[in-house]
């Protein structure tokens, strides 16, 4: 019979493999079913416990208490740290691989949030007014040299315009849109009594072959048909505004009359002047706010073929016309020098680079190319401050433009819709005709580059209607509601209701 040996062997259960969980006490014969304890000893603090446990007749594990009993626990349906697809590296790779989708929502959030449109508006009119006043002294100091007079006498008084635009500025962000709209009809008439001074022999004066200036004493002088884009556009809004109400607009002659005839009369005078870059804005205007109107499309294709034959007779019958549709891409010069300033544009831009050669390091604007400050101002900036610069100016643009139909398209009120809709489409469609001409993608039209280019007559409506834009974004509820929250009190109060009436955090 086999020597009894368990006196010499150790009352102790021998070590097993460290294991966690319930699993292992399952694999002890005997072992009982414990809820909540953990299993399986790994240290060797938790060993000289367990080998006291058993000697004393208790169950292994029942002594693992405090910190180290609560770090065993697990949650319910917790992974290993680091170890499977459901650990902290699939976790890594999850939020790495849903980087770009994130920074997608990050951005469509805070394009949606309700003071989008007002910060884009107010930031990108201030930036494209600011840059275009240090570039209308560096692209006008030597033409300015060139007629005897200081360097710094076209930026003078471009500054005074931005002076008196940011007055206007203020004044139509604060003003309530019933004040508009009952100034609109005065604003009318007296823009139509301008434009036709300007056709009075004695008051008118003609400037580039274009009778639509009016002399004010001075350095000063006044072109009424930059007033006339507003005064359509808010007329127009309120116009329609109104019969939309009354339900009369699914009627076409409500539609069309009296709001056509006044917009052709106004070509009409802007044409006796041979003004044609204002008449394709204007142009622009109408088509603009018939459409938001809800014109139906063979009426709109209509009046859009009786505009394109009357455009194209007016270019046929002129011959400085003609020559600036034959200038569209040239690279040449032409036997009579016709495409001088088209070519010269182009070469301005080439030069530029990346980065430009410098901010008043222009070579173009001495002598070679006219009218660097004003109808061609996009190409001294190309040339000075490269694609960089031309592509931020581009972009500000858009981003205007992006705020103004978000304005027209989330407003209840139909004056809004059609002001905002028509402030729009006329600085859009102006900065478009301005840099295509200068790309050499479009007819040279002689029109501004809105906000940015020389000339206080275009810049003072055009500042007017921006404040406009700016009051109709401050004027949705949305919008309402979170610059009240901006106000000191009013955040502070609401910051200690939610404190101690919220607890929860529940908004």
Same mark, same amino acid.
């Given at each position: ?5 368990? =006196?010499? @062997?150790?009352? %102790?259960?021998? !070590? +097993?493999?460290?294991? #966690? /969980?319930? $699993? ?43 910190? =180290?009993? @609560?770090?065993? %626990?697990?949650? !319910? +349906?917790?992974?290993? #740290? /680091?170890? $499977? ?423």
């Amino acid at each position: 019979m086999p020597a009894d040996d368990t =006196a010499d @062997r150790d009352p %102790r259960p021998a !070590p +097993g493999p460290v294991r #966690r /969980g319930w $699993g292992f006490l399952d694999a002890i014969p005997g072992a009982p079913a414990l809820a909540g304890a953990p299993g399986g000893v790994d240290t060797p603090e938790e060993r000289a416990h367990a080998g006291a446990d058993a000697r004393a007749g208790r169950p292994a594990g029942l002594a693992l208490r405090g910190r =180290a009993a @609560r770090g065993a %626990r697990r949650r !319910p +349906g917790a992974t290993p #740290r /680091g170890g $499977g697809k459901g650990g902290r590296g699939g976790a890594s790779r999850r939020q790495r691989g849903g980087g770009p989708r994130r920074f997608y929502e990050r951005m469509r959030r805070a394009w949606d949030r309700p003071l989008t449109a007002y910060y884009l508006i107010l930031g990108s009119g201030l930036l494209i007014t600011v840059l275009g006043l240090v570039m209308v002294y560096s692209a006008s100091m030597i033409y300015a040299l060139q007629l005897s007079l200081p360097a710094t006498y076209f930026f003078r008084k471009q500054f005074l315009a931005v002076v008196l635009g940011t007055g206007l500025l203020l004044l139509a962000s604060r003003m309530p849109i019933k004040l508009n709209r009952a100034l609109s009809y005065p604003l009318l008439v007296g823009t139509v009594f301008l434009m036709v001074l300007v056709q009075v022999p004695g008051i008118g004066r003609s400037v580039n072959g274009n009778q639509n200036w009016i002399y004010l004493g001075g350095p000063f002088q006044l072109q009424p048909s930059e007033f006339g884009k507003l005064a359509l556009i808010l007329w127009g809004a309120d116009l329609l505004a109104r019969k939309q109400d009354k339900r009369l607009l699914t009627q076409w002659k409500h539609l069309l009359v009296p709001f056509v005839p006044v917009a052709l009369m106004l070509l009409g005078l802007i044409m006796l002047g041979g003004d044609m870059g204002t008449a394709i804005i204007l142009s622009a205007i109408l088509f603009g706010l018939l459409w938001l109107a809800g014109a139906p499309t063979r009426l709109f294709a209509g009046v859009l073929a009786v505009a394109g034959l009357i455009g194209f007779a007016l270019i046929k019958t002129s011959e400085n016309r003609l020559s600036r549709f034959a200038c569209i891409g040239a690279i040449d010069l032409g036997p009579e020098g016709e495409c001088w300033q088209a070519v010269h544009g182009i070469y301005a831009l080439a030069s530029g680079g990346w980065f430009g050669s410098g901010l008043g390091a222009s070579v173009e604007k001495w002598g070679q190319l006219p009218e660097p400050h004003t109808d061609f101002i996009f190409a001294i900036t190309g040339e000075e401050l490269g694609l960089a610069g031309t592509l931020s100016v581009l972009a500000l643009f858009a981003a205007l433009g992006y705020a103004g139909i978000r304005v027209a398209g989330r407003t209840e009120d139909p004056f809004v819709r059609y002001a905002a809709g028509g402030v729009t489409t006329w600085v859009t469609v102006q900065a478009v005709i301005n840099i295509g001409a200068v790309l050499g993608l479009l007819p040279i039209a002689g029109v501004p580059l809105p906000l940015f280019s020389y000339g206080g007559s275009a810049l003072l409506p055009t500042m007017f209607a921006i404040g406009l834009l700016i009051a109709f974004a401050r004027e949705d509820p949305a919008a309402k509601a979170a610059l009240a929250m901006r106000r000191p009190g009013v955040r502070w109060k609401t910051m200690r209701r939610r404190v101690k009436k919220r607890p929860s955090g529940e908004r």
